[in-house]
Each structure stands twice: as structure tokens, then as C-alpha cells.
């Protein structure tokens, strides 16, 4: 198996050359879901305090946040140097993408070990944390993205004699990526752990909030609470009272927290609401319990629930029974007792599709929708709930990542049952009026949604998976130990690959189709003939070759002799299986030519199997037909001719006729002129 | 009503046009003209002519009439000449059984050119026919040399290297 797998290149690139990481000092405390940190040095800036994060191929990264990091560093935020592809040894040499941050010194404000900083104390969380952390979440917000890692983990003070603290970076996981339930807002924390989306700059000031309470405490409050039990002490309680366990943070830090957790939108404090307690000219804002409620509750498997958002969720964690109970039910009776202040107009009533028990018994297919329309119906704020999963739209691209990187074909058809247009438009319908961003979401799957269910090569959800996330490598079991993050790179590494004897069948990799589908423009015609020709072996080589010339022709790639041999290789049976001995040889010499240079353009440019197939096959059969018809022409001269054939006795008589015609005109001439 | 099975109306053989006796006709009137004693002695001349136009049938009828009807001409034109510089010999010309021999003694010969005539044709065909057999079998060789036995489409022959490539020798040549 071994040589299906493309080796790692030989040496170390230039940025490998300029960092060094030591692998015998890992840095828990910057290690996150998207890559373990360990200690580095610049050779060329020795004495800069720095860390270099070793990327995990399978968790997609945000990379306009690098960009703009990069480009503008922000104060007060753990800000990227540089990045690169590296060889590390980590159990087995591997190409990885490593980041090199600036390496804050203070430590963090929360320890992995959890404890707290000996330095945090209630006067430095008022003044320098808040004040740090809001300039830092402002300077985000003002570029337009969030930072959703405010955890108390991942604020480090800027150095041991300072008050400054930045905050850790955001950039290698997406938003709120396995964030702790605790510690995310209530719109986004039903939604699954890996499907919370990109939220918005409220969820970074609850974060905050609930960083600053935590730190308060010293406490890792999120550790240690049942799902369930947690979610329903904070509808029923409020974030801030549920997270604490009823204990108050007095004074004006309390106000502030209060305010950051406060669970309504309306209600939660922004970085101008910040700024004013800061400076203590702002009111503290009141927070209030919002009615999520309904007018009377809802029995659903024994529990009695009043809070429609509560429904919700237990109508999503047991959608089977959830579709019987509404199946059970007068639908328009129930919303108008229970939700009073809802109208249920014929329009919606048509679009959430409720249908009544029809008796047959079991769970139609329809079913799952029905209950996940009804769900957005009674928390139209919060994710979709289908088949026991939670997402948020925008965070489907981290969501299908994991599924791939887990190999869970449950889940992965589960999505691609959710990217069902009409089912899109039905729930956008039902929610927009409450979250108009749906519709902009579901904008953004569109024109996946046509690609998803498809079989074909470049397609299917492989493609969905690298059309969401553009940013994340090639994730094949063949390219496991290298790191493909454009389409050169993985032409260099098939280079490298075909040396070692793999590389074969390549493209009927639907990884590696998918890729490139997803990287390259205009290449569903190629990929199409490529699916047609998946069963013709020599056709499907003849393809990939011209396939993989068109992409060194159009990246302007150097020389590739090892996949241009495999490829030469690849083409052996088409060559063999043209009849025509002259073409053959012909052939057979251009491409021994070709194999020594490397350039798989040229190798489809001089010898376009596909046309010379094409070519042999059309002069084969007028080959064929003439053998056959000269067979027939055999067959008829070979028989005697005999006097009583048709076509004898229409010559002979006509012969006949013209020598007595010719016997006629001597005579008379003879005749008639004598002496002549 | 059921209807009547439609009968296939039978096309009647468009018989060949045969020109060579009405135009005969008309040439011995306007000969008459000029000595009714040339006409009498083509008409007595080309008896067997008449007969065989009168009588013949089948698809070379047309070919037949010509051939024996230009012969029989042939035999009658010399004396045809002696009656149109003297008509005074008609008699004698026309009751001279030698004479009358003669004339439908070239008949004979248009009779023998009918029979002798595909005969010759089908052995000039034949030679021809060896000639074409020599420049087919070197075509089919060209092609078997270019193309391999598979193009003659012996299925056994079939396969990823045809089987003269293989240095086998093919089943067929």
C-alpha cells in the first residue's frame, strides 16, 4: 500500500529552512482543534518570541483572517508571521502546513492544566482584560470577522510584566469549531459542534462575557454540565445565572458580564455599550427573560415544555416520535392555543406541510422535513434540526469536513438530503421574517446543491466538500502524508508518486477528481468524458493523459517525467489495442520520445491518442468493409463463365450485332465502290 | 363489407420496341418508288429476317433481329445492285436458287453470329475475371498485411494484441 502513497519531497522547502520547530516542546496551551502548537525559532530573527502551529489536513482553516492578519496585524490578538509547508517528523516524516504566530509570554489567563493565572485578579479583569479583549473584538468586527475563541484558554497575557492581554488566534479552526456548549450563544449552541457557523459579533461579546465569569470564578465553568440540563437552566434561568450556578458577580464587573451573557439579541451588550461602562457613563442595561413561551404548554414524551425553543430541540433530538405526535395533532388548533401571537396564515400553514396521521403507521421520508420545518417554525433563530443534527447553514462547509474526516456516511447523506433546494426554500419561507440571513445562506449552497447527489467523477459530495472550503488540501488516503493545496502541488506529488510506482487509476479517485474539479475552471466537460469512459480502460488513460497535459499546460508546470512515464505507461494497452501495424509503431516511437522529456503537454499535443483511436477505429471498419466486399468480388470471379450467363449473352449478342453490322457496311461499300 | 384482396395488376413486359422492321418497311416503300424491282427482291431476300420479327420473342429479340437482319442484308446487296443497274435481270436473278441460297445463307451466318457470339463473350469474360482474381488478392493481402487477421473478423482472432503480433500465425490468410 505504500507505494499508493505519495512520498513526502525530498529536502526541507525554504520557509522549513527558516523556522525551526521543536518537536520535543509542545505548547498545549496554543494547541487547538485545528493543529498542535510546539516552540519555534527564526533563524533569521533569533531572538523573536514565536510558536509554529502544525495544521491537521482535515480541519479547514479561515483564510481571509490570515490574509488580513497577515497584511495588518491587530493589537491585542495572537497575530500570524508567516506560513509554509514544512517536512516534520510526527510519527513518520509528513508535509504539513505550519503557521508561525507571535509567541505572547505571559501565559495563559487560564491554564490547560486549570488553574487560573496567579495574575488575574477582579481589578485586572475590569481594566486591562476587558479593555484588551474589547480592542482586539472591535479591530476584528471592523474588518468584518469574527473571532469566536474567547475562551478564557485562549487569552494570554502579552508578557510577564505586563497588564496587556491579547487574545489567541482564530484562524486555524472555523468559528465557533467544537467550542464548549457553555460557552457559545444560544442561537448557535443548539446547532452541532461542528456546524455553528460564522455567528456574528454578538457571539464574540457573550464569549466574553462568559470568559470574564469563568475567570471571576476561577472556575473552568463549562466543564463538567449535561447538555440537556444546561440548555434548559439557561432558557429557563439565562445564560449568566445557568453558566454560574446562580452565583452573582457583584459590583460592576457583574453588570458587564450580565450584560455581554444577556440571552436576547436585543439585550446583549456591543463594544459601545462596553465602552460607556468602561468609562462609566453608560446605564447598565436591565436584563429581561424574552417570552420565547407559549401560551400553554405542550406535553412531548412525558415532559410538560412551555419555552417553544426547548420544543424544538426535544422535537430534534427524537424526530421519529417528534413526526408522530404532530402527525396526532389538530396542527392549526395547537398554533393558534399555543402560540398566540403567531398567525398561522394559509400560506404558511401550506409551506410547513403538517400532514395528518394517514394510518398506514411508520415514518415517511417526508416525515424528518415535516418536523424540521415545524422546528424552524417554533425557534426560527436557531439551527436546522434534521434527523437527531444541528446546523447552522453557514457552518455546513466545517460540518461536512468532519464527516469526511471521520468517514461518516451517515452523516454525509444526511446533508445531502438537507441540500434540497425546495426544503431550502420552504425553511427560508417559514424563518425569514425572524432571521433574514437564512436566505443569504442558503445563496451560498445554492449552486452546490445540483452537484451533491451526483455520481459522476468531480461531482457528488467530495466536490461539495472542496467547493465549500477552498481552502482545504486534498484530503486522499493517497495524499495522507503530503499537503495538496493547489493543483500544482498535487501534479508535483503524482510526480513524485509515479516515481514510487502509484499514481494509478488517479482520477478515478473521487477525492482527487473532486479537487480538482473544485480548483481548476471549466473542466466539467473533461470530467464528464472521464465518467463516460470509466469502464474503457485504454479511452480512460488516453483522457487522463490529455487531462493531466491541459493542467501542466495551463499552470505552466515544469517537467514531470515520472507521471509522464506513468502515463506513457498508462497508454500501452490504447497502443496496443490500435489495429493498424504502421500506426502502432509509428506511435509507439513518438511516445518513447516523449517519455524522455517530461511534458505530458506535448505527449498529448505529438500524440492525441484519443484522436489516433478514434482514427484507427474509423479506418478499421472501411478496412472491414473492403475485405468484404472484395470477398464478394472473389466469390463472383472465381465461378466459371458460361455462355448462358446474363452478362455473356448480353455481350456476345451485342458483339454479335456489331459484326454483323460491320459485315453489312463492308459488303456495301464493296459494292457500291468497286474499284475502291 | 370486407373489402376485395387487391390484386397486384400485373405490368405487361414493355415489350422492346423493335424499330427495325417498321423502318425496313418504310425504306422498301420509298425504295419502290425508285424500282419497285430492288424493293420485291429485299422483300423475297429478307424472308427469313421477317420471320425471325415476327416470330421472336424474349428479352435479345431486338439484338437477334439485328444481328440476323443485317447479315441477311449483307447477302442481298450485291444482287440488290445488279437489279438497279438491270432491272430487266430481275427475274432471273430472283427465281436463280443460287442466288436465293446466298441471300438466306447470310441469315444463316446472322444465326450463327447469335449463337457463337455469348460464347465468345464468356470466355473473353473469363480471362478477364483471372486478372481481376490476381489484383483482389493482392488488395486483400495489403489490407491483411496493415490491418492483421482481425480484419477479416475471425472472433478468435480478437483480443488486446491481435494475434500475428503476437507471432502467431492467423487462421485465415
Known amino acids: 500500500m505504500s507505494g499508493d502513497i505519495a512520498p513526502v519531497p525530498d529536502g526541507q522547502s525554504a520557509f522549513g529552512e527558516r523556522y525551526v520547530v521543536d518537536f520535543s516542546a509542545p505548547l498545549t496551551e496554543f494547541t487547538t482543534f485545528g493543529g498542535d502548537a510546539f516552540k519555534a525559532s527564526d533563524k533569521e530573527r533569533p531572538g523573536k518570541e514565536i510558536y509554529a502551529l502544525i495544521h491537521h489536513p482535515t480541519i479547514p482553516m479561515r483564510n481571509d483572517i490570515y490574509r488580513s492578519l497577515k497584511a495588518r496585524p491587530v493589537s491585542n490578538v495572537v497575530n500570524p508571521v508567516d506560513r509554509g509547508l514544512m517536512t516534520v517528523d510526527q510519527g513518520g516524516r509528513r508535509q504539513r502546513l505550519v503557521t508561525i504566530f507571535e509567541r505572547p509570554s505571559g501565559g495563559a489567563l487560564f491554564g490547560p492544566d486549570g488553574r487560573v493565572n496567579p495574575r488575574v485578579n477582579t481589578n485586572r479583569l475590569r481594566q486591562s482584560v476587558v479593555l484588551s479583549a474589547l480592542k482586539a473584538v472591535a479591530a476584528l468586527h471592523k474588518r468584518g470577522f469574527t473571532h469566536r475563541s474567547i475562551l478564557p484558554t485562549n487569552m494570554y497575557f502579552v508578557s510577564n510584566d505586563s497588564e496587556e492581554v491579547c487574545l489567541g488566534e482564530c484562524y486555524s479552526a472555523p468559528p465557533g469549531y467544537k467550542q464548549p456548549f457553555a460557552l457559545e450563544t444560544l442561537e448557535v449552541a443548539l446547532a452541532h459542534e461542528t456546524a455553528r457557523g460564522n455567528g456574528d459579533a454578538s457571539c464574540d461579546f457573550y464569549q466574553l462575557g462568559a470568559a470574564l465569569q469563568s475567570l471571576y470564578f476561577g472556575e473552568q465553568l463549562w466543564r463538567g454540565r449535561d447538555r440537556d440540563s444546561m440548555l434548559m437552566a439557561r432558557i429557563n434561568q439565562g445564560s449568566f445565572w445557568a453558566l454560574g450556578g446562580g452565583r452573582d458577580i457583584p459590583g460592576a464587573l457583574g453588570t458587564l458580564v450580565r450584560g455581554l451573557m444577556a440571552d436576547e439579541l436585543e439585550e446583549r451588550w456591543s463594544a459601545e455599550d462596553v465602552l460607556d461602562w468602561f468609562e462609566g457613563v453608560g446605564k447598565p442595561k436591565r436584563t429581561s427573560m424574552r417570552a420565547w413561551s407559549m401560551n400553554r404548554p405542550t406535553n412531548f414524551k412525558g415532559v410538560a415544555y412551555v419555552d417553544r425553543r426547548l420544543l424544538a430541540d426535544a422535537f430534534a433530538r427524537d424526530p421519529r416520535e417528534a413526526a408522530n405526535f404532530l402527525k396526532s395533532l389538530d396542527f392549526p388548533a395547537w398554533v393558534q392555543l399555543s402560540f398566540r401571537d403567531e398567525i398561522l396564515t394559509e400560506r404558511l400553514e401550506q409551506v410547513l406541510k403538517v400532514s395528518t396521521d394517514s394510518g398506514l403507521g411508520g415514518t415517511r421520508p417526508d416525515d424528518y422535513k415535516m418536523v424540521t420545518r415545524v422546528c424552524m417554525f417554533m425557534h426560527p433563530t436557531g439551527p436546522i434540526h434534521y434527523k437527531g443534527y444541528s446546523l447552522i447553514l453557514d457552518g455546513l462547509p466545517s460540518m461536512v469536513t468532519d464527516a469526511f474526516a471521520r468517514d461518516d456516511r451517515d452523516l454525509l447523506g444526511i446533508i445531502l438530503e438537507i441540500l434540497d433546494e425546495r426544503f431550502l426554500n420552504a425553511l427560508g419561507e417559514i424563518c425569514s421574517e425572524r432571521n433574514p440571513k437564512f436566505l443569504g445562506q442558503v445563496r451560498e449552497v445554492r449552486p452546490f446543491i445540483p452537484l451533491a447527489g451526483s455520481k459522476q467523477l468531480g461531482r457528488g459530495m467530495e466536490r461539495v466538500l472542496y467547493g465549500l472550503n477552498p481552502i482545504l488540501p486534498c484530503i486522499s488516503q493517497r495524499f495522507s502524508n503530503v499537503w495538496i493545496g493547489s493543483i500544482k502541488q498535487m501534479m508535483r506529488a503524482l510526480d513524485r508518486l509515479s516515481a514510487t510506482g502509484g499514481a494509478k487509476n488517479i482520477l478515478l479517485d473521487r477525492h482527487v477528481a473532486a479537487f480538482c474539479a473544485a480548483h481548476g475552471t471549466d473542466l466539467e466537460r473533461e470530467f464528464n468524458k472521464l465518467a463516460a469512459a470509466q469502464n474503457d480502460p485504454a479511452r480512460f488513460n488516453s483522457l487522463s493523459a490529455e487531462f493531466f497535459g491541459m493542467l501542466q499546460r495551463r499552470f505552466k508546470l515544469e517537467s514531470l517525467p515520472h507521471l509522464t512515464e506513468k502515463l506513457v505507461e498508462g497508454l500501452t494497452p490504447a497502443v496496443k489495442g490500435l489495429r493498424n501495424k504502421k500506426r502502432r509503431e509509428r506511435v509507439q516511437q513518438l511516445l518513447e520520445k516523449v517519455k524522455k522529456g517530461g511534458d505530458i503537454s506535448k505527449l498529448t499535443s505529438e500524440v492525441n491518442m484519443v484522436r489516433i483511436q478514434a482514427e484507427d477505429a474509423r479506418e478499421f471498419a472501411q478496412a472491414r468493409s473492403a475485405i468484404m466486399k472484395l470477398e464478394k468480388e472473389k466469390t463472383r470471379f472465381s465461378r466459371k463463365v458460361l455462355p448462358t450467363d446474363t452478362d455473356a449473352r448480353n455481350r456476345g449478342l451485342r458483339g454479335s450485332r456489331w459484326v454483323a453490322f460491320a459485315a453489312m457496311a463492308l459488303i456495301g461499300f464493296m459494292t457500291f465502290f468497286p474499284g475502291g | ?173
Not at chain 2, 422483300?43 to 433481329?65: D, I, N, Q, Y
Request: hydrophobic share 50%; proline share 6%.
Open chain 2, 1 to 173: 363489407m370486407a373489402k376485395k384482396p387487391m390484386k397486384m395488376r400485373r405490368r405487361r413486359p414493355q415489350q422492346e420496341m423493335n424499330g427495325f422492321l417498321p423502318l425496313l418497311f418504310i425504306a422498301l416503300v420509298a425504295l419502290a418508288l425508285f424500282s419497285w424491282q430492288v424493293s420485291v427482291l429485299f422483300l423475297v431476300g429478307l424472308a427469313p429476317s421477317l420471320v425471325l420479327g415476327v416470330t421472336g420473342k424474349g428479352v435479345h429479340k431486338t439484338e437477334k433481329l439485328q444481328c440476323v437482319g443485317f447479315s441477311n442484308i449483307a447477302g442481298i446487296i450485291p444482287f440488290a445492285m445488279q437489279v438497279w443497274s438491270r432491272p430487266r435481270d430481275f427475274s432471273m436473278i430472283v427465281s436463280d436458287p443460287i442466288n436465293l441460297v446466298a441471300m438466306f445463307g447470310s441469315a444463316a451466318i446472322g444465326y450463327a453470329l447469335i449463337y457463337v457470339g455469348p460464347m465468345v463473350a464468356a470466355q473473353i469474360l473469363q480471362v478477364m475475371a483471372q486478372d481481376k482474381l490476381k489484383t483482389i488478392a493482392q488488395q486483400r493481402q495489403a489490407l491483411l498485411e496493415l490491418w492483421g487477421p482481425e480484419v477479416l473478423g475471425d472472433p478468435g482472432s480478437e483480443g488486446d494484441e491481435p494475434a500475428w503480433a503476437q507471432g502467431k500465425r492467423g487462421g485465415r490468410t
